[in-house]
């Protein structure tokens, strides 16, 4: 099987740049798609049913802010849309599937915002994910966590580090927490494959840092460890335009 993340800023922007035709092309069995920015009746007919796949789509109540979908071949047993926390789940940032051999997360995790103001809001985001996705594990159930995590963990998962202790996306408060969800038995993928830098699933837009490669790797796929066998590949697609990120990856038995 081949999972695909992609952080798409604006699924009408996107559906205009030939995202379709990569969607046919790429071809993967499950596709989670975050900031879509859209409500479904907003979104044409050739984005709703594509041949092929069965799509799920969580809105925020704000309009044109964060939401996230979910493409998939296979049908899950069960989908469900946020954790059951209010004041969370009225922003549209996560979408659970239950594939009965795994349970997928498909989360838009939340931005610092300009001046870190929202870091508060944002660790508390990472506590509910974190009980949540800690009681499937605990409960025997294999967890796989994809999305824009909105954090560069090491210094080696962003271009510049020192210039970027002090901002959100690389404060230490929100590094550690990454930090104790590996060391609560989860596994970046990429990181499991890939040991070096330069590496990156996001360049700012205003600075023209894509074609400097001037980026952070803030898109992930976690799996629990005791998934690693099934664990084949993980990539990130960086040559694949039309967002200020580009789709990350796994292959899975």
């Known amino acids: 099987m081949k999972l695909i993340s992609w952080n798409v800023n604006g699924i009408r922007a996107v559906h205009k740049k030939g995202f379709l035709d990569w969607f046919k092309k790429e071809s993967p069995d499950i596709l989670c798609l975050q900031e879509t920015k859209a409500e479904k009746d907003q979104l044409d007919e050739s984005l709703l049913n594509i041949s092929g796949y069965e799509s799920f789509w969580c809105s925020a109540e704000k309009k044109g802010y964060s939401g996230v979908a979910l493409y998939s ?17 009225t922003e549209g940032r996560i979408i659970m599937a239950d594939y009965e051999d795994f349970v997928l997360f498909n989360i838009y995790f939340p931005n610092g915002s300009a001046g ?17 996705a800690l009681k ?9 966590v994809c999305g824009d995590v909105n954090t560069a963990h090491e210094e080696i998962d962003l271009a510049r580090p020192k210039e970027n202790v002090k901002n959100t996306g690389f404060l230490p408060e929100e590094r550690a927490w990454v930090t104790q969800f590996v060391n609560a038995g989860f596994m970046d993928t990429f990181r499991h494959f890939y040991k070096e830098g330069g590496h990156y699933s996001w360049w ?11 980026g952070w790797r803030i898109d992930y796929f976690f799996v629990d460890k005791d998934f690693l066998p099934h664990l084949k590949k993980a990539f990130i697609l960086k040559d694949v335009l039309g967002s200020d990120h580009c789709p990350v990856g796994i292959e899975i038995s």
């Open 116 to 132: 870190n103001k929202r870091v508060p809001f944002k660790l508390s985001f990472y506590d509910a994910f974190l009980k949540k």
């Open 136 to 144: 499937l594990k605990k409960s025997g159930r294999h967890v796989i």
């Open 204 to 214: 700012d837009y205003k600075t023209g840092a894509r074609a400097r490669d001037i």
């Open 73 to 89: 071949k296979k049908k899950p047993l069960s989908v469900e849309y946020g954790f059951g926390l209010r004041e969370f789940d």
